[in-house]
């Protein structure tokens, strides 16, 4: 997470930077943008097994994400996707779960003012939950998943910062690997900046 947070402020200290050579305008073909997200969700896990209730839980996670500008607007992207979070479900067993989701994105900016994009964003991933303290048990276990998100908001260009809120929602699909794993559906607002070069 130290990581994580480092690269953040690493990413606020370049926007600051002044470039000598003429800076592109966000959004345009050849810009990279570089930065993070703060995310908060709210999650339901539908149950895949008969015997077993839904359950839902919140979860707040740090997400770096890198994108590159194709074309003027449209931006393909990739965010490691390494989350940490403890959550107590209907059984009142408290669990730990590290989430390892690599995703792929693409996206595009519609510029609404010279100063305001509206960025629509899909993404896909293929993750891991590594989990422990179930029912008393010491050991870990791991879910395979497919990860499907969307992603709606606003980015506000500052010097070579952009600033971003919006809302996103995911669906991690596991009954594809194992038929009585919880399918997960997850939404929550999403808070960032980065810096474009």
Not at 161 to 182: C, M
């Amino acid at each position: 997470m130290k990581k994580i947070i480092f690269g953040l402020l690493m990413a606020a200290m370049l926007s600051s930077y002044s470039f000598a050579q003429e800076q592109r305008p966000y959004a345009a073909k050849g810009v990279w943008e570089l930065g993070g997200n703060i995310e908060f969700y709210g999650t339901r896990y539908f149950s895949g097994n008969p015997e077993y209730d839904d359950s839902s839980s919140l979860y707040f996670n740090l997400a770096p994400q890198f994108d590159y500008f194709v074309i003027d607007g449209l931006h393909i992207g990739f965010a490691p996707g390494l989350s940490i979070n403890s959550d107590i479900d209907d059984i009142d067993d408290i669990a730990t779960s590290v989430y390892l989701v690599p995703t792929a994105s693409l996206g595009y900016s519609f510029r609404l003012a010279e100063k305001l994009f509206l960025d629509v964003k899909g993404s896909y991933g293929f993750g891991a939950r590594i989990y422990d303290n179930y029912f008393e048990e010491d050991d870990l276990d791991t879910d395979l998943y497919m990860n499907f998100g969307l992603t709606i908001g606003f980015k506000v260009p500052v010097s070579n910062a952009v600033f971003n809120f919006g809302v996103r929602q995911n669906f991690q699909y596991e009954t594809w690997n194992e038929k009585y794993y919880d399918d997960v559906y997850q939404a929550g607002l999403v808070f960032g900046v980065s810096a474009y070069l």
